[in-house]
């Protein structure tokens, strides 16, 4: 069973910079989309952003365009969330989830589309 481990989160001033990485030492993530996830307090989960198993594509929420990066390096079984010009609303419970059943150009933000999660890493974004 995949095991994903989530680092990098913390606190940070608004208009800063969090990089999350999403790593596994079992299996290659060669063969998996990967997808981040966040759940803000008092909010239900959503998805923030998806890289397919191939690198190819990409998808992210309107909340986090232009400002995310999804990213990975498959010889370090590593996936990247790059953050940049966080917002206090961008504050939440940061998760990445695997799926290995995901076609290999595509992409989704359905949580139910994932098998597999991180524990979750806290970003907290405030001055």
């Known amino acids: 069973q995949l095991q994903l481990v989530e680092s990098g989160g913390g606190l940070v001033q608004p208009g800063g910079s969090l990089r999350l990485s999403c790593a596994t030492s079992?299996?290659?993530?060669?063969?998996?989309?990967i997808g981040w996830f966040r759940q803000a307090p008092g909010k239900e989960r959503e998805g923030v952003a998806c890289i397919s198993s191939s690198d190819k594509n990409t998808v992210y929420a309107d909340s986090v365009k232009g400002r995310f990066t999804v990213s990975r390096d498959n010889k370090k079984n590593t996936a990247y969330l790059q953050m940049n010009r966080l917002k206090p609303e961008d504050t939440g419970v940061y998760y990445c989830?695997?799926?290995?059943?995901?076609?290999?150009?595509?992409?989704?933000?359905?949580?139910?589309?994932?098998?597999?999660w991180g524990q979750g890493i806290q970003v907290t974004v405030s001055s």
């Open positions: 079992q299996f290659t993530l060669d063969y998996y989309a």
């Open positions: 989830a695997g799926d290995l059943t995901i076609m290999s150009d595509d992409v989704t933000l359905v949580e139910s589309e994932y098998d597999y």
